[in-house]
T-cell receptor
């Protein structure tokens, strides 16, 4: 069985602060995908990143960066110099890698990030 | 960029009524999914669909639920006799057929279902 834990239910920061959202996962698969999605107040799910389990290189995209550590089963997400528009619920998700078959996502419970002006 | 389209954006239905949620996946995608998100909770997998049959389903997807791909473009979720606890946002998603694809699942904007 797969499980994704986002222990931080809510985080509030002041604009321009850095913030890290934690994600810990459990899976019996040796290869898998990890994802982060953003859900703004309008409700849609916005894809942010996908990471393969065999690629532990950290990634940076503008103000966003991701720290994948297979040894601790964590895939943390950092927003640098946060902005009010970053306010949203952020979901971490996991899927198995199985070429040629459906790959359902297991989501964490989400972290509500509020960036105050 | 191609998108997954869901209609309607908001559906209000009386308890006990049947409801059909519609989705148009991205045209060259072969795998289709429905997820549910009860207000304030996490997104939960309901069902995946491939080659005109259910691939996997969760415990939530009981006999009240069914999915169908009636033509080459639409993918529907039917709830036969709605209950109050079916009130949620329902997301459709699709993913492409490529082996080891880097493409994630593409989500629609969701249909908010309100059961009265």
């Amino acid at each position: 069985a797969q499980k994704v834990t986002q222990a931080q239910t809510e985080i509030s920061v002041v604009e321009k602060e850095d913030v890290t959202l934690d994600c810990v996962y459990e899976t019996r698969d040796t290869t898998y995908y990890l994802f982060w999605y953003k859900q703004p107040p309008s409700g849609e799910l916005v894809f942010l990143i996908r990471r393969n389990s065999f690629d532990e290189q950290n990634e940076i995209s503008g103000r966003y960066s991701w720290n994948f550590q297979k040894s601790t089963s964590s895939f943390n997400f950092t927003i640098t110099a946060s902005q009010v528009v970053d306010s949203a619920v952020y979901f971490c998700a996991l899927s198995h890698i199985s070429s040629g078959s459906a790959r359902q996502l297991t989501f964490g419970s989400g972290t509500q990030l509020t960036v105050l002006p | 960029e191609p998108e997954v389209t869901q209609t309607p954006s908001h559906q209000v239905t009386q308890m006990g009524q049947e409801v059909i949620l519609r989705c148009v996946p991205i045209s060259n995608h072969l795998y289709f999914y429905w997820y549910r998100q009860i207000l304030g909770q996490k997104v939960e997998f309901l069902v995946s669909f491939y080659n005109n049959e259910i691939s996997e389903k969760s415990e939530i997807f009981d006999d009240q639920f069914s999915v169908e791909r009636p033509d080459g473009s639409n993918f529907t979720l039917k709830i036969r006799s709605t209950k109050l606890e079916d009130s949620a946002m329902y997301f459709c998603a699709s993913s492409p057929p490529f082996r080891g694809s880097n493409q994630p699942q593409h989500f629609g904007d969701g249909t908010r279902l309100s059961i009265l």
